[in-house]
């Protein structure tokens, strides 16, 4: 964090009010410059601030009917759960950690002893398996170094054959090793037969994570208030369908913005310089036309990233049923070797990897969060928005909840509430969630193609163009205020 990040916006000129004059009494006020911001998610949101704060002629256009994007609060009660993102990662240089304590957000450090599990009940101490999947990651950092130019493979034959070689290893660590490695996939938002073995490290989030009890909310609307104080600024359902640059009798250079209103009519915005904040899935699918074309160079990066998708299914019972003491409970699927002993082929659930957040912890509600990766993740939320979805997601993941019992023989407790993200349904978040690395990908050809256009007056931003923070609200952030900052480099501002 720079100094001046930490300082108060100026005041900005009052609405209506005569910006000063240059260059004697009589000269014409130079025209404001005028931008579009594509999205209203924390990165357009911040791209935002910072070109208002130099009195940039700002308008943002959002398709939903609220800001916020992917960060998504819901009221349950008295309580609020994040559907969306729910954390800040990596707290010892997150720029948004600085807003905890004068905002007044309640937070978690979520990093106590997890209890693990699989279908036979639970882990002991001399459960060695996980130890080997971490060596298998500091393999992948000795492999990059030393054979860079490897074909990728994905993380599971990977690991499965790190495991054969591996000459100190017990046949169990060799089954098992593999089903843990899974738990990344919770991260990464793939299924470990997708992750790219190059890029598994970079993905997986370095430093401590704190939770935000209070909700990201409060963080979303701090972040939002230039915005929200800026009459004209925010346009809700507004919808865009196309970028030109010059087109349409436009003035040389200057950009038209081609977008559906509230009543879906068609209408046209014009901009010297637009910032596009909407998800990668959003912007692979070509819902937004650009004319002319992408430079091949962003074409190519595009086609070098992936889109994820993570989910969340809340339960919330009468009362806890599992340990009151672990901040999180893992669960890891039997191999497929023992699959004669394993009940996964009559209870599909069993047969997949969960990381699973104890938020009694958090809030001391009796209510747990199952994160939910790829394919799982596509299945569960189209099930929860059928009739009766919550009946069957329930039905679907009761013989999971059972494992955790600390009481074997009792039944579950009643449940009070079942809550299902929808992102993978959701056409404004691209169906999916955050970017990530497939078999192949290669993300840096994206990074390095956004700097080769570090000049132009159309600039992206979002997590998906944070080399160091993707698929996190902090990546999003500064990714915002950088391109603004662009921006304002190529208006000579």
Same mark, same amino acid.
């Given at each position: 964090m720079t100094s001046d990040e930490s300082k108060r916006l100026p005041a900005r000129p009052i609405a209506g009010s005569n910006p000063?004059?240059? &260059? &004697? #009494?009589?000269?014409?006020?130079?025209?404001?410059? #005028?931008? !579009?911001?594509?999205?209203?998610?924390?990165?357009?949101?911040r791209a935002a601030a910072v070109l208002l704060e130099k009195d940039i002629d700002v308008v943002v256009l959002e398709s939903r009917d609220r800001i916020g994007g992917r960060v998504l609060t819901v009221q349950v009660g008295n309580d609020k759960i994040d559907m969306g993102a729910a954390w800040m990662h990596g707290t010892s240089h997150n720029p948004l950690v600085k807003f905890i304590r004068p905002l007044?957000? =309640?937070?978690?450090?979520? $990093?106590?002893?997890?209890?693990?599990?699989?279908?036979?009940?639970?882990?002991?101490?001399?459960?060695?398996?996980?130890?080997?999947?971490?060596?298998?990651?500091?393999?992948?950092?000795?492999?990059?170094?030393?054979?860079?130019?490897?074909? $990728?493979?994905?993380?599971?034959?990977?690991i499965r054959d790190f495991v054969r070689k591996h000459e100190l290893l017990t046949e169990g660590e060799r089954m098992w090793a593999p089903e843990t490695l899974r738990l990344h996939e919770a991260t990464v938002a793939l299924r470990s037969e997708d992750i790219s073995s190059k890029f598994l490290?970079?993905?997986?989030?370095?430093?401590?994570d704190v939770y935000i009890k209070s909700g990201y909310d409060r963080l979303l609307e701090h972040v939002a208030l230039p915005v929200r104080e800026t009459t004209g600024v925010l346009k809700l359902n507004h919808a865009v369908k196309t970028i030109q640059r010059g087109g349409r009798?436009?003035? %040389? &250079?200057?950009?038209?913005? !081609?977008?559906?209103?509230? #009543?879906?009519?068609?209408?046209?915005?014009?901009?010297d310089a637009v910032i596009v904040t909407v998800p990668l899935g959003v912007l692979q699918s070509g819902a937004i036309a650009f004319e002319p074309k992408l430079s091949s160079d962003l074409l190519n990066g595009l086609s070098k990233i992936s889109y994820g998708a993570l989910g969340k299914v809340f339960f =919330?019972?009468?009362?806890?049923?599992?340990?009151?003491?672990?901040?999180?409970?893992?669960?890891?699927?039997?191999?497929?070797?023992?699959?004669?002993?394993?009940?996964?082929?009559?209870?599909?659930?069993?047969?997949?990897?969960?990381?699973?957040?104890?938020?009694?912890?958090?809030?001391? %509600?009796?209510?747990?969060?199952?994160?939910?990766?790829?394919?799982?993740?596509q299945e569960m939320e189209a099930m929860a928005a059928k009739p009766d979805g919550s009946k069957a997601v329930l039905d679907y993941f009761e013989p999971l909840l059972e494992v955790f019992r600390l009481e074997p023989l009792e039944t579950l407790p009643p449940v009070v509430d079942v809550r299902v993200t929808d992102w993978t349904m959701d056409e404004h978040a691209g169906f999916g969630t955050y970017s990530t690395a497939k078999v192949g990908? $290669?993300?840096?050809?994206?990074?390095?193609?956004?700097? =080769?256009? #570090?000049?132009?007056?159309?600039?992206?931003?979002? =997590?998906?163009c944070s080399r160091g923070a993707g698929g996190c609200v902090d990546g999003a952030y500064e990714s915002g205020e950088e391109a603004a900052k662009r921006v304002l480099g190529t208006l000579g501002l």
């Open positions: 000063p004059r240059r &260059g &004697g #009494k009589d000269a014409v006020p130079a025209a404001r410059k #005028k931008v !579009i911001i594509v999205g209203a998610g924390i990165a357009g949101l007044g957000i =309640e937070y978690y450090y979520d $990093d106590g002893t997890p209890l693990y599990f699989s279908e036979f009940g639970p882990l002991g101490p001399h459960f060695k398996a996980g130890n080997v999947a971490d060596e298998f990651l500091d393999y992948l950092e000795h492999w990059l170094e030393r054979e860079p130019d490897a074909p $990728d493979v994905s993380a599971d034959e990977h490290v970079d993905n997986l989030l370095p430093g401590r009798g436009g003035a %040389k &250079g200057m950009f038209q913005v !081609i977008f559906h209103d509230e #009543k879906d009519v068609e209408n046209t915005l014009e901009a =919330e019972f009468r009362e806890v049923f599992w340990s009151r003491h672990n901040d999180s409970l893992i669960y890891y699927p039997t191999p497929p070797e023992l699959a004669d002993d394993s009940e996964r082929n009559r209870h599909p659930v069993l047969g997949h990897c969960f990381f699973v957040t104890n938020m009694y912890m958090m809030t001391g %509600k009796p209510r747990l969060c199952v994160f939910v990766a790829p394919p799982l993740v990908d $290669d993300p840096e050809q994206w990074w390095d193609a956004l700097d =080769e256009e #570090k000049r132009s007056r159309l600039q992206f931003a979002g =997590e998906h």
